[in-house]
Nanobody, 123 residues
Framework: QVQLVESGGGLVQAGGSLRLSCAAS????????MAWFRQAPGKEREFVAGITRRGGSTYYADSVKGRFTISRDNAKNTVYLQMNSLKPEDTAVYYC????????????????WGQGTQVTVSS
């Protein structure tokens, strides 16, 4: 069982930055590919970014490419999402997720989810 706890969300003006963190309980954290998803009001949850077990490869949705950076520190059992040049359309609840498979863009591939952290970008 893996528990994931997100933090770092908040209210920011357009063009600003936030850094999300996701702390995992598992001692086997490095066994999991990790990803961030988000869900805006009235929309389905969507893939944002993913990172492989050792951090060697990263993947991004087109909508965030060049603005967001995913990283992980396996010694601290933590994955991060650095979000720059934020836009109002980035407003959503952001979730981190862990997969025992690989980085995939669909929710069903992920075994564990955090409770989410709200990010609100004002115009």
């Amino acid at each position: 069982q893996v528990q994931l706890v997100e933090s770092g969300g908040g209210l920011v003006q357009a063009g600003g930055s936030l850094r999300l963190s996701c702390a995992a309980s598992a001692r086997t954290f490095s066994s999991y590919a990790m990803a961030w998803f988000r869900q805006a009001p009235g929309k389905e949850r969507e893939f944002v970014a993913g990172i492989t077990r050792r951090g060697g490869s990263t993947y991004y949705a087109d909508s965030v490419k060049g603005r967001f950076t995913i990283s992980r520190d396996n010694a601290k059992n933590t994955v991060y999402l650095q979000m720059n040049s934020l836009k109002p359309e980035d407003t959503a609840v952001y979730y981190c997720a862990a997969s025992g498979l690989s980085v995939l863009t669909y929710e069903g591939a992920y075994d564990y989810w955090g409770q989410g952290t709200q990010v609100t970008v004002s115009s």
